[in-house]
């Protein structure tokens, strides 16, 4: 999918996390950059659900989408307030495991 687009994020799934990672790492422009932050916003906003209800369609736990949760906030503030993708890649990396 094109880098200068948002991606249409709709669930938590490892697929999903794993095409923001990818997506975020080759991107390059301020304007990339936004879109990217707007997925991830999208992508903690379907977490914060979660956590407040206790768990998601695969069965991870409250403590395990707290985690989730930081690992995307990291990579928000990475690509948006830093402009560092591979960095923000690697945090949000984190997510899946």
Known sequence: MDLDSI???DSMSDLTVQTLVD??????????FVYRETELDELWRLVD????AGTDE???GEE?????RDSVHRAHDLIGMDAKPLEAAAAL???LI
């Open 7 to 9: 991606y249409p994020v």
């Open 23 to 32: 997506r975020i790492a080759r991107s390059r422009t301020e304007e990339q």
């Open 49 to 52: 659900i979660a956590i407040r």
């Open 58 to 60: 695969s069965g991870r």
């Open 64 to 68: 395990r989408l707290r985690q989730m």
């Open 93 to 95: 990396r984190e997510a």
